[in-house]
C-alpha cells in the first residue's frame, strides 16, 4: 500500500536534507557525516583536494584536511572497501559485506589469478610485522604498466576482497593492510550475517541515505543487483511512496517523511563523485542535470573540464565549476551554467551570485587568496562575473 504521495520537489528535499545539505549541519563532525551518507567514494584525482576531501567540506564548510584525515582513518571506526566503489565505510557496516565476501570466494579470482603461496607468504607478513604497504610486502607493479600487478599486489588485493585483511589507512594514496582479525572489533569480525541479512542492512541504509529512492537508486548505493533489492526491500524498514513525474513506485525512509524538510540550503561545489550526485540517472531524475566526469575524457573533446563540479544552491544544481589553482588563485577555467539558471536577467544575478560566494568559499579553504573566472557559458558580460566576485569577496 502507498505511504504517500509527493510531489517532485519534495522528493528533492528530502534527499538534500538526508544527504545533509538542507537544513543543520551533520552533527558529530566528519565521523557523523560519514554515518549519514554510509559510504565515501575515493578517487585518485585530486584538483582542490581528494575527493572524500570534498565531501565533508561540501557539508561542513572549512574543515580541515587532518581533522578529514582522523575522522576516516584516525581511531579504527572505518575501513575502506568496495560499496558504490571503492569507499570509506564505518565499521558497523563490516558484516554487511559478508555476501559479497562470499562471492568473491565462490568466484575464487576477481581481475587476477592469485599465485600460489602467495597469501600464505602476506599473512606471515602482516603478522609478524603488523600493518604494511603493498610496496613493503613487494611491490605492486612487475612492469610499467599500471594493470601488471606483482604477485604481492594480486595477493594482497584478493585477501581484501575475501575480507581477511583490511585497509586502515592510506599513507601518501598507498593503502596499508592488516589482518582482519586484529582490525575489525571481535564482535563485528563474528556476527553471523547471511546474504538476506547483508542485503536487507544496505538496502536499509541506502533508503536512509537518500531519504526517497527507486529500486535502481537503492541497487546502485551499494552496487547491488535490483532483484537483490526486490528480495529484501519489504524488510528493510522502508515505505512504498509515490513521487510526481517518476515512472516506478519509489521507497522511501518513514523518518524522512515525518516532518516536511527545511531550513539552510548549501551552497557549494560538489565531488563529481558526491553521493548526491554519484548517479547519473538519478541526478537526472532529481534535478534535470545531466552529469558526466570528463577527466578520462580526450582534451579536445571535453565539454565541461577535466574535473566539472556541479554547482549546488537553493537546493538546485545551477551548473558546473572546472577549478584549477595557479600559485593562491583559485581559477574557474570554465563555469557552465543551465540554460534555466541564466534564463532573465534576475536569474542571471541569483546565479553568479551563488557562483561568486561557492568560489571564495573554496578559495579560502585552500588556502587562495584571489578568484578568477576564465570562460563563462552561455557568454555573460565580463563586468557581471566581475561585479558578482567583487560583492562576495571577503
Not at 5 to 34: C, N, S, W, Y
Not at 47 to 73: I, K, M, N, Q
Request: positive net charge; charged residues 25%; contains cysteine.
Amino acid at each position: 500500500m502507498i505511504e504517500a504521495e509527493l510531489t517532485a520537489d519534495e522528493a528533492r528535499r528530502i534527499q538534500l536534507r538526508a544527504q545533509g545539505l538542507l537544513g543543520a549541519r551533520p552533527k558529530g563532525g566528519v565521523a557523523g557525516m560519514l554515518q549519514r551518507l554510509g559510504a565515501v567514494q575515493l578517487d585518485t584525482i585530486s584538483v582542490l583536494a581528494r575527493s572524500h576531501e570534498l565531501v565533508p567540506y561540501a557539508r561542513l564548510g572549512a574543515v580541515g584536511r587532518r581533522e578529514v584525515e582522523d575522522a576516516y582513518w584516525g581511531d579504527g571506526t572505518t575501513f575502506e572497501y568496495w560499496a558504490h566503489a571503492a569507499s570509506i565505510l564505518p565499521i558497523e557496516e563490516w558484516p554487511l559485506f559478508a555476501f559479497r565476501r562470499r562471492a568473491f570466494l565462490r568466484r575464487g579470482w576477481r581481475w587476477h589469478k592469485v599465485p600460489e603461496g602467495v597469501c600464505d607468504q602476506i599473512r606471515a607478513r602482516l603478522r609478524s610485522d603488523g600493518p604494511l604497504t603493498t610496496r613493503e610486502l613487494g611491490g605492486a607493479k612487475a612492469s610499467a604498466e599500471w594493470w601488471d600487478w606483482s604477485d604481492h599486489k594480486i595477493g594482497i588485493e584478493w585477501l581484501l576482497d575475501v575480507g581477511e585483511v583490511v585497509c586502515v589507512r592510506r599513507v601518501g594514496w598507498r593503502r596499508v593492510y592488516d589482518l582482519a582479525e586484529r582490525a575489525v572489533p571481535r564482535e563485528l569480525l563474528d556476527a553471523p550475517q547471511d546474504d538476506e541479512a547483508c542485503l536487507t542492512g544496505l538496502v536499509g541504509r541506502a533508503g536512509r541515505s537518500l531519504g526517497v529512492a527507486t529500486r535502481a537508486d537503492l541497487a546502485d548505493y551499494y552496487r547491488i543487483r535490483g532483484e537483490q533489492v526486490d528480495q529484501v526491500v519489504g524488510g528493510a524498514g522502508l515505505v512504498p511512496v509515490r513521487v510526481e513525474g517518476w515512472k516506478n513506485v519509489a521507497w522511501a525512509d518513514p523518518a524522512a517523511l515525518a516532518d516536511a524538510p527545511r531550513g539552510r540550503h548549501a551552497t557549494t561545489l560538489l565531488s563529481p563523485f558526491d553521493s548526491l550526485v554519484w548517479d547519473r540517472a538519478r541526478t537526472s531524475r532529481m534535478f534535470g542535470f545531466d552529469h558526466r566526469l570528463e577527466a578520462y575524457v580526450p582534451k579536445a573533446k571535453r565539454v565541461h573540464g577535466y574535473f566539472a563540479m556541479p554547482l549546488l544552491s537553493g537546493g538546485r544544481l545551477l551548473g558546473r565549476v572546472d577549478p584549477a589553482r595557479e600559485g593562491a588563485t583559485l581559477v574557474a577555467r570554465q563555469v557552465t551554467f543551465e540554460p534555466w539558471a541564466v534564463a532573465t536577467a534576475a536569474r542571471t544575478e541569483r546565479s553568479l551570485a551563488a557562483l561568486a560566494t561557492a568560489l571564495w568559499r573554496a578559495a579560502a579553504w585552500v588556502g587562495c587568496d584571489d578568484v578568477r573566472v576564465e570562460r563563462v557559458v552561455p557568454e555573460i558580460a565580463p563586468a557581471l562575473v566581475d561585479a558578482a566576485l567583487r560583492v562576495s569577496a571577503p
